[in-house]
């Protein structure tokens, strides 16, 4: 099981392991992760999953589709490494990846 290490906004930080093939999203909402909230439930129309992608692990998800990168536009602190948690899956080749979290997700 892949370990993600999310990062709050406050430095908080918190591991969870993530059954592979889990979202980002998933992983945080099933685990009590604040500042995640995944509010479509993984139907890339809410935004509410806005998270940073640590740079190095971030090309390797690949580019973003059309849907999320549209969504991604409405999202606050908009960042290069901003991706929408729902939209990116986590396998074992991910295991110690770092997540931020924005300051909202409103
Ligand atoms: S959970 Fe709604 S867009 Fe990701």
């Known amino acids: ?3 993600v ?4 906004h406050d430095g908080t930080t918190h591991e969870v392991h993530v059954d592979t093939g ?3 999203m998933r992983a945080a909402v099933d685990n009590d992760v604040r500042g995640i909230v995944g509010e479509c ?3 890339c129309v809410c935004a509410t999953c806005h998270c940073y992608i640590h740079e190095s692990w971030l090309s390797k998800f690949g580019e973003p589709n059309e849907s999320e990168r549209g969504l ?3 999202v606050g602190d908009l960042k290069p490494n901003s991706r929408l ?3 990116v899956t986590v396998t074992d080749e991910f295991d110690g ?7 909202s997700q409103y």
């Open 1 to 3: 099981m892949p370990l």
């Open 5 to 8: 290490k999310f990062i709050g």
């Open 22 to 24: 889990t979202s980002i």
């Open 41 to 43: 439930g993984g139907s």
């Open 72 to 74: 991604l536009e409405c």
């Open 85 to 87: 948690g729902c939209q």
């Open 97 to 103: 990846m770092s997540v931020t979290l924005p300051p």
